[in-house]
């Protein structure tokens, strides 16, 4: 199920210049905020709980998930070089989840690692709100992963169909519309931070069972319809 060769070939694609500038972006612009924060006004629980949601989950996890899950494998189908992966005696499944697992690594690494520690520098892990927004991002990099892998696979257009969902939807419908929040990767992992946070700073908008359970069903869901289209795309290059 995973393919070293394959997994290479995309951390390469993924950590060149241009797109190595862009993953570092966002977590160094995260960790000049919450510095400056905390110089300015001090520890303060209720500002991490902001910073934390209304930047790092809302904004950076997603912006980073769409850079590595669309470059996963989205530029090796614009450009034509998938052609020579599939012609290789690989599994496509095995193609997709090692795409998968590298594009959850690295969002994983640029993301929810830099989100923990964006929490101990604002707050010293007050009523544990760096661990659970950690852990909140590293479960939300796993749907958008797979979400964005997918768009990679099904639209030539990955990157600006993924920014409208990560601006347009996760970052302001998702956390407006009433019934649209329900409907949203950050409500659900913010459903994981709840669990783990103590006091009730954080607040979600679907319980943690349903959280859970939507968080795997979008990541299965999408890995294999992903999986399914990357099939028919070979069956279209053979003909």
């Known amino acids: 199920m995973y393919h070293p060769t394959v997994a290479r070939l995309t951390y390469g694609a993924l950590l060149g210049r241009r797109r190595a500038l862009l993953l570092f972006a966002l977590p160094l612009l995260l960790l000049v905020i919450v510095a400056a924060v905390r110089l300015l006004a001090g520890a303060d629980d209720s500002t991490t709980d902001d910073l934390l949601q209304g930047f790092a989950l809302s904004a950076m996890v997603p912006l980073v998930g769409v850079i590595a899950g669309t470059g996963a494998i989205g530029p090796e189908i614009d450009d034509g070089a998938i052609v ?16 998968l697992l590298v594009a959850i690594g690295v969002t994983v690494a640029f993301s929810a690692v830099p989100t ?21 991002a590293a479960v939300a990099c796993i749907a958008y992963a797979a979400i964005f892998l997918l768009l990679g696979v099904v639209t030539r257009h990955a990157v600006v169909v993924g920014l409208v969902y990560a601006l347009v939807w996760e970052g302001v419908v998702g956390n407006v519309v009433p019934g649209a929040r329900t409907l949203s990767v950050q409500q ?13 700073l954080v ?17 299965v869901a999408a890995t294999w319809f992903a999986a399914r289209k990357l099939s028919t795309l070979k069956l279209a290059v053979d003909e």
């Open 84 to 99: 020579y992966l599939l012609a290789k005696p690989i599994r496509r499944r095995t193609i997709i989840l090692t795409k």
């Open 116 to 136: 923990l520690i964006a929490g101990y520098v604002l707050n010293a892990n007050g009523q544990n709100l760096a661990v659970a927004y950690a852990i909140a």
């Open 188 to 200: 659900w992992s913010l459903a994981v931070a709840q669990k783990i946070a103590h006091g009730d």
């Open 203 to 219: 607040d979600s908008a679907v319980s943690l069972n349903v959280g859970v359970v939507a968080l795997v069903l979008v990541t």
